[in-house]
């Protein structure tokens, strides 16, 4: 069954303002998370990792916040443009090498 | 650097057939990972090839098989075609070795397969 969920299907945002996209997992032993950007007719892009190590890493315009007490991961985007609009999917590596498991997908839409 | 390439970007096959889908792995990456896309199912996992051998595979039919040359170049089959396997399949590379297993995927823009 699905182990990786996001909160919401779809967020809508106008521009200029920070987007929050949220997703639950359910196996604590995941200890590799990673946040994948999908526009239409391409394949996810990478966004920004985290390891359980850690609660809080930040990229460019992008930080992903992971609270393993709740088991929930993440990614905020600041200053959000129209060029962010696009699927993000949360996926998690249970320990299996790389084989990660992805969520549904949160479809961010950006107007301006 | 050049990034994952698959091909063909779009293939139709009709029931009963059989497909092979090609991929080449971003440069210095030795592991390559399938993935099927459906609108029902999202993204799920079929296998990892690492050095030429399978390292995990996931919960599909043994009618989905793969292979990975010395190049790290890899191919995925699936045979005996059915109306189900219309999906977008995604092969991703990566730097996972086997002393560092946790390492970004970066994906290519897959290979569009509807079953007629």
């Known amino acids: 069954g699905e182990s990786v969920g996001l909160h919401l299907p779809t967020l809508s945002v106008q521009e200029g303002d920070n987007s929050i996209i949220n997703c639950a997992y359910s196996?604590?032993?995941?200890?590799?998370f990673i946040w994948y950007k999908q526009e239409s007719g391409k394949g996810p892009q990478f966004i920004i990792d985290?390891?359980?190590?850690?609660d809080k890493r930040q990229g460019q315009r992008v930080t992903v916040l992971l609270n393993k007490t709740v088991k929930h991961l993440s990614l905020q985007i600041a200053a959000t443009q129209p060029g962010d609009s696009a699927v993000y999917f949360c996926?998690?590596?249970?320990?299996?090498?790389?084989?990660?498991?992805f969520g549904k997908g949160t479809t961010l839409s950006v107007s301006s | 650097k050049a990034g994952v390439t698959q091909t063909p970007r779009y293939l139709i096959k009709t029931r009963g057939q059989q497909v092979t889908l090609s991929c080449s792995p971003i440069?210095?990456?030795?592991?390559v990972s399938w993935y099927q896309q459906t609108p029902g199912q999202g993204l799920q996992f079929l296998f990892e090839?690492?050095?030429?051998?399978?390292?995990n595979k996931g919960n599909f039919p043994g009618r989905f098989s793969g292979r990975q040359f010395s190049n790290s170049r890899s191919e995925m089959n699936v045979s005996t075609l059915e109306l189900g396997d219309s999906a977008l399949y995604l092969c991703?590379?990566?730097?996972?070795?086997?002393?560092?297993?946790?390492?970004?995927?970066?994906f290519g823009n897959g290979t569009r397969l509807t079953v007629t």
């Open positions: 991703a590379s990566s730097r996972t070795t086997e002393a560092r297993r946790n390492s970004p995927l970066h």
């Open positions: 196996n604590s032993a995941s200890d590799y």
């Open positions: 985290i390891r359980s190590n850690m």
């Open positions: 996926a998690e590596n249970q320990g299996a090498g790389t084989a990660l498991i």
């Open positions: 440069s210095g990456h030795r592991s």
């Open positions: 090839y690492f050095s030429e051998t399978q390292r």
